[in-house]
């Protein structure tokens, strides 16, 4: 129990997804104009990565590990598939997100359209495959330990974009120099966010 | 007096529209009404008549920092020679102290006002007087030793990343003190953490680590008497060792209402709670010193009455002050117990929650709105 929440607490603010590994950077600049939508983006990013991440763990214990493959015949105990893991989570982080779309679109049309083409491009947004890849490096023992660092990682990320997309509303009302209007005033102040979350790295759980 | 009214009149043409130095004009502007009270009066429509403007406001604040100020140059000469192990008067060590804290006013000042002057003429707006506390503030939680070329880098990074590229005084998303601080703190460690930089030029022997550095390795007993961490006889930041001088300034924050006292009292609730919660715990011994301790050590004051009520960057609603004191509190005391890599959490829980802020507000003010909606409809209905 308490390695759980370890896991949990590491996942959502020291190893931050945005602003440890400034993963996902494309739809949390890009989706964070107001805080209703980036709410939106960040609970599918948390539904998509507390489900593939386990998927992902299963599919690696069992099928792509060095001798996972054991449990199906003596035969196969030195076969090691693991180099066939970015094709099969990327498999599954795509089935996954298209569950989402439709889930979405159904009971949320008006978010639905203001996600847009971020969406589908969940499929694509590196913090999800950065998920399954760091459950793979950091060799979690247990499918719960996988569950929670993948719920973990997308409410830090879901805490990131909703922070900064209140910053921007506010900072509507700003007289930015016109050269870092946008995009650019948007890098800083993800870097600058990125200062402040600095706070809890060295924490050791 | 009248000699300078007189000689401003006589080169106020040449700054306004059309005369010589017209790109000059928010220059001249910036010091003509530094000098003087505005002449200029509304004419029209609805207005407040008040005579606080914002040169007056932080004015108000520097001369809060004032107390912390002198103590801490006072106590910047105590340290030093009491490493040496010599007992001078009291002039030498305010001399010695002096020495060592004006020229880090002076670049702060120079360097901060250099580039807000520079950006207000390029960008055509008024000189902001925002600088003004930041530029005090900025010195006095710098470490004594603090070379001055680093204080100037802190400084430009501060005033341009961290505030004129939002729009200036009044936008920044971050306290620029912090940001300056914080900059240093990650860009040159070695200067701003461990044991060697609280004092000036001590003597090799004597240790001069801060009571938070003493309870990191866990040497609770050789923490100073809770009488001399209220004084502010223990090394540290120029400006954050006494208490007392910071309540003092903390009394005129809140007396003239510049301050917010809803800041100050929910960020020590939130020092307190944690504290208390992890007096219970009690895992180590750093978990078992009385919640108060954690009050009068290292930043916590000057942050509470200072850095976290900076009215720009913390959050703007009532609920939302209460929210965002007490998570800087709990966070500040969260982080000097858990995370060995920083002695000091205050800087670092009051960035993050100014970053948290605006996400803050934005929902107290949701909340509001929903439940109003909520009461006009049962008035419909009745």
Redo the contacts between chains.
């Keep these: 129990m308490q390695e759980l929440f370890n896991i949990f607490i590491r996942s959502i603010f020291i190893d931050n997804m945005v602003f440890a590994y400034f993963l996902g950077m494309c739809s949390f600049l890009a989706v964070s104009k107001t805080?209703n939508t980036s709410v939106g983006l960040g609970i599918a990013v948390v539904f998509v990565l507390g489900i593939t991440v386990p998927v992902d763990y299963l599919l690696n214990e069992y099928v792509l590990k060095a001798g996972a493959l054991a449990w199906l015949d003596e035969s196969l105990a030195d076969m090691d598939l693991s180099f066939l893991s970015f094709i099969m989570f990327i498999a599954i982080i795509a089935s996954m997100v298209q569950l989402v779309e439709m889930v979405v679109e159904k009971f949320s049309p008006a978010l639905y359209s203001s996600l847009g083409i971020f969406l589908p491009l969940i499929a694509v947004n590196c913090a999800i495959l950065g998920g399954s890849l760091f459950m793979q490096e950091r060799e979690y023992q247990t499918v719960a330990q996988a569950t929670v660092f993948g719920i973990g990682s997308g409410i830090g990320w879901f805490l990131a974009i909703?922070?900064i997309?209140?910053?921007r509303?506010?900072?509507r009302?700003?007289?930015?120099?016109a050269p870092?209007r946008g995009l650019g005033?948007t890098f800083?102040?993800t870097g600058?966010?990125g200062?402040?979350?600095?706070?809890?790295?060295?924490?050791?759980l | 007096m009248k000699f300078l009214r007189n000689f401003l009149d006589k080169q106020k043409p040449h700054f306004e529209k059309g005369g010589r130095f017209e790109k000059l004009h928010s220059t001249f502007d910036a010091f003509e009404t530094f000098l003087f009270v505005s002449n200029r009066v509304t004419t029209k429509g609805a207005h407040i008549r008040d005579a606080i403007d914002m040169k007056r406001t932080m004015i108000v604040v520097v001369i809060a920092l004032m107390p912390a100020l002198v103590f801490g140059i006072w106590n910047v000469g105590y340290q030093h020679y009491l490493s040496q192990g010599m007992a001078y008067d009291f002039w030498p060590m305010f001399g010695y102290g002096l020495l060592k804290v004006l020229p880090v006013i002076i670049v702060s000042y120079v360097v901060g006002l250099a580039i807000e002057f520079a950006f207000a003429q390029y960008?055509h707006?008024e000189v902001n007087e925002g600088f003004l506390v930041s530029g005090m503030l900025i010195p006095l939680v710098m470490p004594p030793n603090v070379p001055l070329w680093m204080v100037a880098i802190a400084t430009a990074f501060a005033v341009i990343?961290?505030k004129?590229?939002?729009?200036?005084t009044g936008?920044n998303?971050?306290n620029p003190a912090l940001?300056a601080r914080?900059?240093l703190f990650?860009a040159y460690p070695s200067e701003m953490s461990g044991d060697k930089v609280w004092i000036a030029e001590k003597a090799d022997a004597y240790s001069g680590a801060t009571p938070l550095g003493h309870l990191l390795v866990g040497e609770v007993d050789k923490l100073p008497s809770d009488m001399s961490m209220f004084l502010g006889t223990i090394p540290g930041s120029v400006g954050e060792t006494s208490t007392l001088a910071i309540l003092l300034g903390a009394v005129l924050l809140i007396a003239t209402g510049i301050g917010s006292w809803r800041i100050m009292v929910s960020v020590v609730g939130g020092g307190l709670a944690m504290g208390l919660l992890f007096n219970l715990w009690g895992a180590n011994a750093y978990m078992n010193i009385p919640a108060y301790q954690h009050l009068i050590m290292g930043g916590f004051a000057f942050g509470t009455v200072f850095m976290a009520t900076d009215p720009v960057s913390a959050s703007q609603t009532k609920r939302g002050k209460y929210i965002y004191g007490f998570l800087i509190g709990m966070?500040a005391v969260l982080?000097r117990v858990?995370?060995?890599?920083?002695p000091e959490?205050m800087m670092?829980?009051i960035?993050?929650l100014?970053?948290?802020a605006?996400?803050i507000?934005?929902y107290v003010v949701q909340s509001n709105i929903s439940k109003r909606l909520k009461r006009a409809k049962v008035l419909a209905k009745a």
């Design positions: 805080v909703v922070g997309a209140a910053i509303e506010k900072m009302y700003s007289n930015i120099p870092l005033i800083i102040l600058l966010m200062i402040a979350f600095m706070s809890f790295l060295g924490i050791k | 960008r707006h990343i961290g004129e590229v939002f729009g200036g936008m998303i971050l940001t914080a900059f990650f966070i982080i858990f995370n060995p890599a920083y959490g670092l829980s960035l993050l100014n970053v948290f605006p996400l507000d934005h």
